[in-house]
């Protein structure tokens, strides 16, 4: 198989070929700056999640965004390894969180070292991927820190609405487009800003991102029902488990209010709450808003860019929503 004909792939969502040198040299400083302590226990838990492996989904779209103006830059892959650093740290601090035992296949790092050297691995790799932003310069640093806001925002407040199964859908939507799609739309305006792309460009690549990390959460959220942990990583129904109802859970709920009644009264075994779910076309419903969203993002971008490089934006949006076949 020749190179052009290879695609380089991440778990189901697949990366264009001919991005695999950019995404080679983001991960090689990804690497070097997770890994740049002398102190071994620092190194291994900082590296501990990238070595696990990972879509790097957010990293491939500052480098796929950038192909809509200069491509190649040295400040694109800086941003590209940043964002992927602040996604990882945030991923230690939600799994101190909430107890998550594996993520990614592994062990969590608080279950490996303990809480006080997950914290601090988290924050660690934080900085470390805000240096590298501040080192990138320009408009890097204050659209990182503004998705660290936003990140941060949606978390808090997700945990004011655990365990309300009578949450509004759109107050869910708002809370994911805070804490997922965020990071996802500062990626690709990460790729612009450091490419040179028009302003026009820059828009429409900020509004695809946004959509499409919309449907990558619902995916992911959709996946917690009905995926084993060879596909996530981690147990079926954990945010049922844990009090977090999303989307499909949310629409059940609000075509079935006894639904809502059982899991008030600790009832939140899926076994017992995904056939309802499923019943009430909760499921279905959410699937179909994925794929509507998936759509949208590549309305955004419509008439931008090649025809190719158009293409591998769809690769993207196609992987994605491939994972719920």
């Known amino acids: 198989m020749s190179r052009s004909q290879r695609i380089a792939s991440r778990s189901v969502i697949t990366i264009p070929y001919w991005l695999e040198d950019d995404m080679e040299r983001a991960e090689a400083l990804l690497t070097a700056t997770a890994g740049a302590s002398a102190h071994p226990l620092v190194s291994e838990a900082c590296l501990h999640l990238a070595k696990a492996g990972g879509k790097r989904l957010r990293p491939a779209l500052v480098l796929l965004a950038s192909r ?44 490996k070292w303990g809480v006080q050297v997950a914290v601090l691995a988290g924050d660690y790799l934080f900085a470390a991927g805000c240096a590298l932003g501040a080192d990138a310069g320009g408009e890097v640093p204050g659209i990182l820190s ?62 695809y991102g946004e959509k499409l990390g919309l449907a990558f959460q619902v995916v992911d959220d959709v996946l917690d029902l009905i995926a084993g942990p060879n596909d996530t ?57 994925a ?24 690769t993207i949006v196609e992987g994605v929503l491939g994972q719920l076949r």
Not at 90 to 98: R, T
Not at 291 to 314: H, P, Y
């Open 146 to 207: 503004r998705a660290i806001v936003a990140v941060c925002e949606g978390e808090i407040v997700e945990t004011a609405a655990l365990s309300d199964p009578r949450r509004a859908v759109e107050d869910y939507f708002q809370t994911i487009r805070l804490k997922t799609a965020s990071l996802f739309s500062a990626a690709c305006e990460l790729g612009a800003v450091t490419s040179g792309a028009s302003a026009e460009v820059r828009a429409a690549l900020m509004a």
């Open 68 to 111: 809509a103006g200069q491509r190649g830059r040295r400040t694109t892959d800086m941003s590209a390894a940043a964002i992927e650093l602040l996604h990882l740290a945030s991923l230690y601090h939600d799994d101190v969180l909430d107890e998550t035992e594996t993520r990614r296949g592994v062990p969590t790092a608080h279950n």
């Open 291 to 314: 794929r509507d969203l998936g759509a949208g993002a590549l309305e955004e971008i419509t008439g931008v860019g090649s025809a190719a490089w158009r293409e591998g934006m769809e």
């Open 233 to 289: 990583g981690k147990g079926r129904g954990t945010d049922l488990q844990e009090g977090v109802f999303t989307l499909p859970v949310l629409l059940a709920c609000a075509r079935d209010p006894e639904l809502g009644t059982r899991l008030v009264a600790g009832d939140r075994t899926l076994d017992s709450i995904l056939p309802t779910v499923k019943a009430t076309g909760g499921l279905e419903d959410a699937i179909s808003m």
